[in-house]
């Protein structure tokens, strides 16, 4: 029991963990989860609709005047001093763009 | 008019109100000590359910942006208020299944609370940053508590709004480091305001302790805690767990802790640690810590069941697939299950049979015995998030 647990927490791990080849495209699956990661996950502090709450407001609009490389670079790095963390150690390279495109896209269900 | 005849009314005015939207049969007269809500956050809605027959009765619509989504109950336990991300706060009839009332309150909120006497609904607003006191009936604003200024034209965030004894309201300001409280006890629109500055930097949540008399304030912007003896507010606030893990470097935090609700077992109190993969136990005698257990990732809730036996705790991402079991006399986790991915909350029923988990990945709701820890139901749900049960209705700080 305690086997097939541990083997299930890896691969749950495993399934977390970011692409190995940063530069391959995305799979829609993955596209799929990233877009369930945005809307809910960073959706809990900057709103799901991302008009903002604890985090500051991530709209097409509000996000107008940061270039992508800049944006990449928050997500990857977090805010130091705030409780934004730091993506990268979850998040491929690859990842992080598309969720920058998402962010551009402001395609709240 | 007769006792009966009374009732016989109110069964139908029920009847009449449940047959108009379709929702909850009312014609059978029914208690509400057996219903919660879930919210479903994506699409806006909650369902009432029966935690005894682990049904799902209802759904009740058009509640805007839940995520974050918190619920209070009247004494009656008739009547649930959800305080939604936008600012939404609507007044849901659990027993017909539909809105009361509703009102969308400022632009951006996060969580309420209901006062000591039932009467009065109280608000934590980031935007504009504040507290607003609405009359529990009408919905009526009463009061309108602005937080300090920040600049800008900008009000601190509120954060950690709780009910105290002797309509009181507390709660916290995350940019300008400061808790105040708010008593209604006089004047329900003109509250009497003490307010404590310096607290510690960026208090993120906060708890009333079950008997009504300390407030406690997290900290996101160091180590340790703020707290409130509100038998004694001119003694004023100090620090608890000042330092925990001072010189260790924290870990990123992937959703933020909870502390509303918090875990008070075998006379110790279960904190989740931030930035550390643990769970402190603190001493109710002296306010030491007298234990770090380490768990499964970033604690999110630490929630004893009742009778305090075991505390159970999930995770923030990436480990939010799984709840841990505590053992309180061990000090040691006894078990850990992988109910499905996106573990946000759980909920105990009154007497600590059952827990009710939220498993917002798979859209399910699962019903766990806390014994055996075997799953007894699964209900679907559309992203479930808080899973609230009517009985908090009569419990200091929920």
Redesign the interface.
Known sequence: MREV?AA??LL??AT?APAAASSDPLSPAREAELR??L???C???H???R????GSPLTPEALAGRSDDDLALTIRH?VP?T?M??WA??LSDAEVSALVEMLRQGDV? | MSFRTLILASAAALALAAGTVGTAAAADLRGTGDLGLVIE??IGQVAVVDRLQNSRLATVKGLG????ASVVFGPSERYAYVFG??GGLTKVDMLTGTIDRRVVQS??S?GGAISEDGRLVAVAN??PGGVKVFDADTLELLADIPATAIGDGKRS?V?GLEDAPGNRFVFSL?DTDEIWIADFSADPRAPVLTQFAGIGR?P?DALVSEDGRWYIAGL??EDGLAMLDLWYPERGVRRVLDGYGRGAEPL?????PHLEGWAVAAGKAWLPAIGRHSVLVVDLATWQQVAEIPV?GQPVFVMARPGGRHVWVNFA??DN??VQVIDTEALAVAD?L?PG??VLHMEFTPRGDRVWLSV??RDEVHVIDTESRETLAVLPAD?PSGIFFTSRAHRIGL
Not at chain 1, 51 to 54: E, F, T
């Open positions: 647990l299930t927490v749950a791990l977390a369930v990661l809307e809910q996950d959706g809990s502090c709103g799901l609709t008009k903002g709450g604890l977090g001093g409780p963390p730091p150690p979850l269900q | 956050r994506a942006d839940l995520s974050h991300r936008d632009g951006n996060i980031y935007e965030k954060v995350y960026q993120y996101f912007g990123p935090v992937y959703k933020m499964h991402l990436p697939g799984t850990t992988t991915p996106g917002r990945d992203k």
